[in-house]
Each structure stands twice: as structure tokens, then as C-alpha cells.
């Protein structure tokens, strides 16, 4: 895989409005992007968690554009640290990843890409539910270490093809993920990354996770530039 970074069309900071609450994202574009990623983080991280960096610029660097937002505000975080409720707020969250998507259709620059989600943890669940309210707009999902049995109401109603990512070593997740997938009925895969805990901080196992959704968006949203 290359290392070199493409050259950016935007690389900029933006604010998304979701129902009067002002959520606080960056938005990445390579030059000639082949489509745009919007990131769904999991429970207690935002727009500035490593993690999810290292896996945009990996798909920054595969001519992907990303956008990683902050689903809940700053109040909403400090409020989620001591209950935990708002992480698990699937719906919550999924509505603000759908404000999120019409965001970009109204920026010009971006409006014409095709979309997909890359959701983490709770993030995933709410990832799904948003590709099922928008099966037009929406080409592919990604889950990494995801919680897609939270959103076991909607999974029959998702179109999009999709990719769950689990660790070896994380048994639970990986037990509800192959339920979830069972529920699927659109094209889907499950992949388990050998010997990765729930949050792939294994030598090698993060970068296991951002190739394959790489491959997984070029492969379904990706369109000739």
C-alpha cells in the first residue's frame, strides 16, 4: 500500500446542525475522490480519536474522502462520562448521522460523491440504521469491533453491502455479530482479524482493519474521477 498522501481538494473544519445542536467535524477530500466516508464513532470518542485518524488516512491515501464528526457536544460528552445513556442512544445518534449526510449533499464540492459509513462500537448500530433510511444515498458500511445487534430492528431494511470487522480475541462482539449477520439480507461479509481484541491495539491489527475497508468501499461506492 502506498504511503504517499494524495493532494487535498478540502481539507477543512465544518459544523453540522442536527435538530439545534451544533456537532463539530473535519472533512478530508483527496483530489479526484473516488467517494466520501462518514465515520460513526463508538462509545466515549469523537472526531479525535486515533483509531479512527489512522483508519481516514488510510482511505484518504486510497482516494477516499472522510468525514469525521463529533456525534454528541461537548455537554452531551461530559454528560455521557459519568451515565454511559447517550452512547447507547442508537437512534439518537443514527439521526445525526443522517443530518450529517444532508450536510454534505448541500456542499458542492462533495454533493456528487458517493457515501459510506465506517461505524465503531455503538457507532456501527447507529451507522446501520441511517443506511437503512437512506438505501439510495448510501453504497456501503463498515463495522469494526461493531455493536450491530443494537440495531437488530433495522438490519432487514439495510441495502447497502456491509462489512463487519471483528477481533479473533473478542468473543462476545464476535458472538453478536455473527447473529446480526445472520439477519442481513443484503450482501455482507464477516471478517475476524486472528489474535485482535475489541479495540485492534494489537501490532498490525489496526492497519488489518483499515485496508479492508479500503478495499470495501473501493470495491462499492467508488466511482471513476
Do not use: K
Not at 474522502?65 to 452512547?87: C, I, K, N, Q, S
Not at 440504521?129 to 439510495?136: D, G, K, Y
Amino acid at each position: 500500500m502506498s504511503t504517499t498522501e494524495p493532494l487535498h481538494a478540502v481539507s477543512t473544519d465544518v459544523e453540522i446542525v442536527s435538530r439545534g445542536q451544533r456537532l463539530i467535524g473535519h472533512l478530508e477530500v483527496p483530489e479526484a475522490a473516488h467517494g466520501l466516508v462518514v465515520f460513526a464513532h463508538g462509545s466515549g470518542s469523537g472526531r479525535l480519536s486515533p483509531r479512527n485518524q489512522s483508519v481516514a488516512r488510510t482511505l484518504n491515501r486510497g482516494g477516499l474522502g472522510t468525514l469525521l464528526f463529533d456525534l454528541l457536544t461537548a455537554a452531551e460528552e461530559a454528560v455521557d462520562r459519568h451515565t454511559g445513556h447517550l452512547r447507547f442512544d442508537v437512534v439518537l445518534l443514527a439521526r445525526r448521522l443522517v443530518d450529517a449526510t444532508r450536510f454534505l449533499e448541500d456542499d458542492a464540492e462533495v454533493a456528487d460523491l458517493p457515501v459510506g459509513y465506517f461505524g465503531a462500537s455503538t457507532g456501527a448500530a447507529a451507522a446501520l440504521i441511517a443506511a437503512s433510511e437512506l438505501p439510495v444515498r448510501v453504497g456501503a458500511v463498515v463495522s469494526r469491533g461493531g455493536r450491530p445487534d443494537l440495531a437488530a430492528h433495522r438490519l432487514e431494511l439495510v441495502r447497502a453491502p456491509t462489512l463487519l470487522i471483528v477481533g479473533g480475541d473478542d468473543d462476545v462482539v464476535l458472538e453478536l455479530n455473527r447473529e446480526a449477520a445472520a439477519q442481513l439480507e443484503c450482501e455482507h461479509a464477516l471478517e475476524v482479524v486472528p489474535g485482535a481484541s475489541h479495540l485492534f491495539e494489537e501490532p498490525g491489527a489496526l492497519d488489518r482493519v483499515a485496508t479492508l475497508a479500503r478495499d470495501w468501499f473501493l470495491r462499492h461506492i467508488a466511482t471513476p474521477r
